[in-house]
């Protein structure tokens, strides 16, 4: 094993240097610029389907084509889309999560962007299904009305209320899309962060402690093996 002793004199021999050489390499890393590389920031939406048979908007399939395609974006959020176009068509990510649940990313240079984006985005699909689901729901209770209304000969009343439940348990059944979770600042990830001024000079003191350690004990080690 190592004397203590002689770890401590070549310590105290040599400490002066090593600890201006620990300081250096922490005022190095607090000087050095940051780089070029800059942040990314991605955030996350949840939402579920409606049920209103309407595939283009009520199956996962065809809500991923829809949002990432430009038809969509073109009559729906015409000014994003000519600001973000090429952003939207990279780093916009729409996935089904199950079958009437969409998880949808995006990836920006700020967390405000991020955010507004995705929810620009799920709020655009969002209002639009609600208007095609008003259309059907109102269909259907009109139709409700004009059965309820219409005098029937006795021969076809059965049918007449076989097809009200029908109606009827239609329009129970219907469901709008709804925004599960919404993109927001407490939830993006942070991907290629460069290390703040302070985090460098941390990172370069430890660096110099560690490889003062090596300097002290190193060559003691090798010495003690060579006897």
Request: aromatic fraction near 8%; include cysteine.
């Amino acid at each position: 094993m190592i004397e203590m002793q002689r770890i401590k004199e070549r310590s105290k021999k040599y400490s002066l240097l090593l600890i201006v050489f620990t300081v250096v390499l922490g005022a190095c890393g607090w000087l050095l610029p940051v780089g070029k590389e800059s942040s990314s920031y991605t955030a996350e939406a949840v939402i579920t389907l409606g049920n209103y048979g309407l595939p283009e908007l009520n199956n996962p399939k065809y809500v991923t084509v829809l949002l990432t395609n430009a038809p969509f974006y073109e009559s729906h959020l015409a000014s994003l889309w000519e600001e973000k176009q090429e952003e939207i068509t990279t780093k916009l990510q729409v996935r089904a999560a199950t079958d009437n649940m969409m998880k949808l990313t995006y990836t920006d240079h700020t967390e405000e962007s991020a955010v507004n984006v995705l929810n620009d985005i799920t709020n655009a699909f969002i209002a639009l299904d609600q208007d095609r689901y008003q259309q059907k729901k109102k269909i259907i209770q009109e139709s409700i009305t004009d059965l309820n209304d219409k005098e029937v000969v006795p021969e076809v009343r059965v049918e007449q209320q076989r097809f009200l439940y029908e109606l009827r348990t239609a329009l129970i059944d219907l469901k709008s899309a709804a925004i599960v979770k919404p993109a927001d600042k407490e939830t993006v990830a942070t991907e290629n962060r460069s290390f703040s001024s302070k985090e460098r000079a941390v990172l370069g003191i430890l660096l110099g402690v560690t490889m003062s350690f090596i300097w002290i004990f190193i060559p003691l080690v090798f010495k003690e093996q060579s006897i």
